[in-house]
């Protein structure tokens, strides 16, 4: 099975189609995956919609069709992102999506809102590395920003683009998620690494490399992405990156049991749609 843990609703949301984008992904072998509402700020696509409007549309597209899993775009500096978690949660949203553009995650009123959507028991989708949106934005999304989310308890959280150029940076900070266990067996924060590129091409080998060799134990936290539109999803680049990772993976001894996890058991776990039990393996200094 192969999930595609990060598609976006961009252009085009008013005439989506859920039975064409389960065929153009099926062409790259890919059954299911994370739809992203669309935007809430107009600078990606030159408007936006209402937080309702794009809460029901990300909701019914992802209800047209099985193993589409959606997610709901939230500005968590939003006077009434509170309510909007409410009612994202009320009407079967599988997670949240929040992009730091203005603001940092250790913002207090973005980490209220954020600590809402633990106790919701909801994953939240962190774009993380350089971010095209034409703003001077991109230093909020660091990974070191989000060390922050250690106090959140109960959070599941997912760093995207494995936060290209800064990957090692987010390697570590994995690496650091993982000991704190050590210090706090009660920790109950838990990161994912999304492998959405991100990475150009030129980079990849090197970026799996140390992502899976470095020494820590990351095969249950890797999760696999496009960044496809859901419109127009291009089911060519799609097959082109599968086949680039496995290529990678041939190479560096990544095996089928952990491939399976990161083509679709771990997005699984990180919406708690699995039972799988995870017992982690803690880094701790030799
Ligand atoms: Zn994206």
């Given amino acids: 099975m192969l999930y595609d843990g990060h598609i976006h609703i961009m252009s ?13 992904m099926l062409k790259s072998g890919i059954e299911g995956g994370s739809i992203i509402s669309y935007p809430p700020v107009a600078s990606y696509t030159g408007k936006t919609f209402s937080w309702e409007e794009r809460l029901a549309q990300v909701i019914k597209f992802a209800e047209g069709g099985d193993n589409l899993f959606p997610m709901f775009w939230i500005n968590p500096l939003d006077y009434t992102a509170q309510f909007q978690v409410d ?27 954020i600590r809402y959507i633990a106790s919701k028991k909801k994953p939240i989708l962190f774009h993380s590395g350089i971010l095209w949106d034409g703003k001077v934005s991109s230093k909020n999304s660091r990974p070191i920003e989000f ?33 704190a266990y050590t210090h706090s067996p009660e920790l109950s924060v838990e990161m994912f690494i ?38 127009e999803y291009n089911s060519e680049w799609a097959a082109e990156w599968i086949e680039r990772d496995n290529g990678i993976y041939d190479k560096i001894g990544i095996g089928g049991e952990v491939r399976g996890k990161i083509y679709s058991e771990n997005l699984l776990r990180f919406y708690g749609k699995s039972d799988k039990e995870i017992k982690m393996r803690l880094p701790v200094p030799s």
């Fill in 147 to 179: 060390e922050r989310l250690l106090e959140v308890e109960g959070l599941k959280f997912a760093l995207a683009h494995v936060s290209w150029p800064w990957c090692d940076e987010c390697i570590a900070m994995y690496g650091k998620f993982l000991n």
């Fill in 87 to 113: 009612a994202a949660c009320e009407q079967g949203i599988a997670g949240f999506k929040i992009i730091c553009d203005d603001f940092v995650v250790s913002d207090e009123h973005a980490l209220s809102v």
């Fill in 12 to 24: 085009g949301a008013d005439e989506l189609d859920v039975s064409n984008l389960k065929m153009r």
């Fill in 194 to 231: 999304d492998i959405t590129p991100g990475t150009p091409p030129i980079y990849r080998e090197e970026v799996l490399k140390k992502l899976f060799l470095t020494g820590y134990d990351i095969e249950n936290n890797v999760i696999f992405g496009t960044d496809c539109f859901a419109k």
